[in-house]
């Protein structure tokens, strides 16, 4: 209630920056959980921020979401984004095809006038046919391209949303709660200290790819993702941020 009074959004971005200890946050007013509306602003300004700092002969790796793919929407055409190649950032994680990776990256390809590759790899693999499916030559270029990545865009999501959105099996269900999982992003479930409690098994990045690249963009808003986006932004987010009013108020609130 405090915050509310004492922050217009170019001061709650400074405040939400230093708490998460990120290099930039952009806060779109509004909170996605009363709007779509706001979900399209963080879409533009995802959009925004892709087409300023696009080089051109670049991979950028794309996750999957309602979120990123309002980024997708939102994009077009520039001389940097045609010379670039959208790679999903995992195989499948179980989600509706429009919400899939691969169907974002099509789309970012697609706006932009750029480029994509694929990844078709089944979600619930066993170990034996993950370790076949990694070895074929398609994947492992796309693996190769993905390595080279210079961008990542990914969104953030609540830990018992997400499990259920994929249809997740009770026993894994129980076990996040157990584990007491509050977040998720990649394919990795995070508790509130910023530890995996679970992660899927698909190919694609790993945390530690983050490390090597030089933007990551994280796309996620709503006060129903603040202990998510706080739990992650801990260890895999470290670059942007963008997010709506009322995911940071939430962040800040909680502090
Ligand atoms: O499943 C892909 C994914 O990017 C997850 O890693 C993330 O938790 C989720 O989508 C975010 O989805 P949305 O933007 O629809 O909340």
């Given at each position: 209630p405090l915050i509310k009074e004492l922050f217009g959004l170019t001061e709650l971005e400074e405040a939400l920056r230093r708490h998460l200890g990120l290099r930039r946050v952009i806060i779109v007013s509004g909170d996605a959980d009363q709007s779509q509306w706001v979900k399209k602003e963080m879409g533009r300004a995802g959009a925004r921020l892709l087409r300023e700092e696009a080089r051109p002969g670049q991979v950028v790796a794309v996750a999957g979401g309602t979120t990123v793919a309002a980024v997708a929407e939102m994009m077009a055409p520039t001389p940097q984004l045609k010379e670039t190649t959208f790679v999903p950032a995992?195989?499948?994680?179980?989600?509706?095809v429009e919400l899939e990776a691969n169907y974002i990256a099509s789309l970012m390809a697609k706006k932009t006038g750029g480029s994509y590759r694929l990844m078709h790899v089944p979600d619930q693999l066993s170990e034996e046919t993950y370790r076949t499916v990694i070895r074929e030559p398609h994947i492992r270029e796309v693996l190769e391209l993905l390595k080279t990545a210079r961008i990542a865009v990914h969104g953030i999501g609540g830990a018992m949303e997400m499990a259920v959105r994929r249809k997740s099996s009770m026993e894994l269900l129980r076990h996040l709660r157990e584990k007491e999982a509050v977040g998720e992003a990649f394919g990795y479930y995070f508790n509130r200290q910023g530890e995996i409690v679970h992660r899927m098994k698909t190919v694609g990045i790993r945390l530690?790819?983050?490390?090597?690249?030089?933007r990551i963009i994280s796309v996620a808003g709503g006060a129903s993702k603040a202990d998510a986006i706080a739990a992650i932004c801990s260890v895999a987010c470290r670059d942007t941020l963008i997010t709506d009013e009322g995911a940071a108020r939430a962040i800040l609130e909680k502090a």
């Amino acid at each position: 209630p405090l915050i509310k009074e004492l922050f217009g959004l170019t001061e709650l971005e400074e405040a939400l920056r230093r708490h998460l200890g990120l290099r930039r946050v952009i806060i779109v007013s509004g909170d996605a959980d009363q709007s779509q509306w706001v979900k399209k602003e963080m879409g533009r300004a995802g959009a925004r921020l892709l087409r300023e700092e696009a080089r051109p002969g670049q991979v950028v790796a794309v996750a999957g979401g309602t979120t990123v793919a309002a980024v997708a929407e939102m994009m077009a055409p520039t001389p940097q984004l045609k010379e670039t190649t959208f790679v999903p950032a995992r195989g499948g994680l179980g989600e509706a095809v429009e919400l899939e990776a691969n169907y974002i990256a099509s789309l970012m390809a697609k706006k932009t006038g750029g480029s994509y590759r694929l990844m078709h790899v089944p979600d619930q693999l066993s170990e034996e046919t993950y370790r076949t499916v990694i070895r074929e030559p398609h994947i492992r270029e796309v693996l190769e391209l993905l390595k080279t990545a210079r961008i990542a865009v990914h969104g953030i999501g609540g830990a018992m949303e997400m499990a259920v959105r994929r249809k997740s099996s009770m026993e894994l269900l129980r076990h996040l709660r157990e584990k007491e999982a509050v977040g998720e992003a990649f394919g990795y479930y995070f508790n509130r200290q910023g530890e995996i409690v679970h992660r899927m098994k698909t190919v694609g990045i790993r945390l530690d790819d983050l490390q090597r690249m030089e933007r990551i963009i994280s796309v996620a808003g709503g006060a129903s993702k603040a202990d998510a986006i706080a739990a992650i932004c801990s260890v895999a987010c470290r670059d942007t941020l963008i997010t709506d009013e009322g995911a940071a108020r939430a962040i800040l609130e909680k502090a």
